[in-house]
Structures are given as C-alpha cells and as structure tokens.
C-alpha cells in the first residue's frame, strides 16, 4: 500500500515544527527562542509560513501576533515521522528498527515496560492470527 508523498523538509523547517509541537502553539519569537542558532525573527515568520503553505501549521491571530499550531495531532504526526525513519534507517523494518533499540537501551527498560512491550507482541500477534482467519 502506498502512502501519500508528503512535502519534504529542510533541516530547520523539522527544527522550527519540533519546537511548536513541543509547546503546542508558538509565536515566531517564542520559536527564536528555542531555537539552537536561530535565524533572525523574520526569516523564522518566513519558515512558519512555508509550513503553513506545506500543511504542518495552522495559525490564529492573537492581536497582530500570529500564533502558529500544529495541523495534525502529535500521535498522527509521531507515527509518520516514525515510518520515515523506519524506511530510511532500517528499509522498512520494524525488527530491526525495535532490535537496535532493544540491543542498546533494554537495560534502561523496567519491569512494567517490558511487560506492555511483551502485552504489544502478544496483541500484534493475535491481530495477524485475526487477519488471516480473516482472509481464509
């Protein structure tokens, strides 16, 4: 199944959109602010309106301020910044993307994370079971 191409982004365009959905709504000043060797303010007004142009930010006014919000929720977004890591760092795979993760971090994991990561399989496994009564 194919996915609808999204507008690629600039290093800094990822930058300035991380830093609004971090505070979940930001003014251009407030983005300066937060930004590691930021831009002047006006070329930032100039980065959040070609987001906006691309469909990641909405704005409203607030006075003459224009504050600058996320368009799509941050799980929707989280999932499909996700998938492109997925595709260019592990061609696809979540084995492998969930293996290196593992392979490094798993002694940070706790008992009651390793039991939801542990629930999560056994769920992925029963849908696929599901899916394939499914289809027979």
């Not at 831009?39 to 990641?56: D, M, N």
């Not at 971090?105 to 399989?121: C, E, F, M, V």
């Amino acid at each position: 199944m194919s996915r609808p191409a999204e507008p690629s982004l600039s290093r800094r365009e990822r930058q300035i959109l991380d830093v609004v959905y971090a505070l979940g709504r930001a003014s251009a000043a407030e983005v300066v602010t937060r930004l590691p060797d930021a831009p002047s303010k006006t070329a930032v007004r100039t980065f959040l309106r070609i987001l906006e142009e691309k469909g990641h930010l909405v704005h409203e006014e607030d006075g003459r301020t224009y504050i600058y919000l996320p368009s799509r929720p941050r799980e929707r977004a989280g999932a499909g910044a996700f998938r492109r890591v997925l595709d260019v760092f592990f061609g696809g795979s979540l084995e492998e993307a969930v293996a290196t993760h593992l392979g490094e971090s798993a002694a940070d994991l706790d008992d009651a994370q390793l039991k939801r990561l542990a629930g999560l399989i056994r769920d992925a496994r029963r849908t696929r079971q599901t899916a394939r009564i499914k289809e027979s």
